[in-house]
């Protein structure tokens, strides 16, 4: 038995009363720390989806070409994609450091010290070809191009396994795609439901 402010609590009491506090503590940190995991992740989520529309849209401005932009359409779309893949290489660092290298630029600003992420790789390449294109003769386009693909289908591979989901919500979005083309599928087309959509457009909504 111990007394407080006049007051006499059983020890057994008080024990009980001391652990769920304790408990409520761990119960709260715990909750604080998975909250500050999913708002990192989120956040790495929104900046991988801004990367990867960045790396995408350098592609196809390149793979089209003249059949899908004017020339000047192509450069500043070339010129935006320059000046966005340099602020998002620089917010990546955010959520991925450098690995430590001692002897690799000990020099820098601590945040560029060591070696830069290889999630971070595919951004700066295609930051570099968004820069270099004009000045590439038709042989260095070829390859740049080619590159320009791999940075995509590269980040794109890192950053699902970083914010990714391991399943999905039903079965059935899991299952194998056909893999049909284009050329298929148009041929498995009825005519009447082209017709009964020109006849009623409001069936394309």
């Known amino acids: 038995m111990i007394t407080i402010n006049g007051y006499e609590i059983p020890l057994a009491a008080l024990a009980g009363f001391t652990s769920a506090f304790i408990g409520a503590v761990a119960a709260m940190l715990v909750w604080l720390q998975w909250r500050e995991r999913r708002l990192r992740q989120d956040d790495v989520l929104k900046w991988s989806n801004e990367v990867i529309g960045n ?17 000047a359409e ?37 945040a560029y010290r060591g070696y830069r992420p290889m999630i ?6 295609a930051h570099q070809i968004a820069c270099q294109w004009d000045g590439a003769d038709d042989a260095e386009k070829d390859l740049m191009l080619l590159v320009a693909q791999d940075c995509v289908r590269s980040f ?23 893999g049909e083309k284009l050329e298929v599928l148009l041929t498995k087309v009825k005519p009447e439901r082209l017709a009964a959509l020109r006849a009623h457009p409001r069936l394309s909504l």
Not at 55 to 71: E, H, I, K, N, V
Not at 120 to 125: A, E, G, N, Q, S
């Open 55 to 71: 790396l995408q849209t350098l592609f196809l401005t390149l793979f089209l070409g003249d059949s899908g932009f004017t020339a």
């Open 156 to 178: 794109v591979s890192m950053a699902q396994r970083e914010v990714g989901r391991g399943r999905t919500a039903h079965m059935a979005s899991a299952i194998k795609g056909e």
């Open 120 to 125: 971070l790789d595919p951004i700066v390449v």
């Open 74 to 110: 192509a450069k500043a779309l070339r010129s935006k994609v320059a000046l966005d893949t340099s602020v998002l290489v620089e917010q990546g660092r955010l959520f991925f450091k450098n690995t430590p290298d001692a002897t690799y630029g000990a020099d820098r600003h601590p």
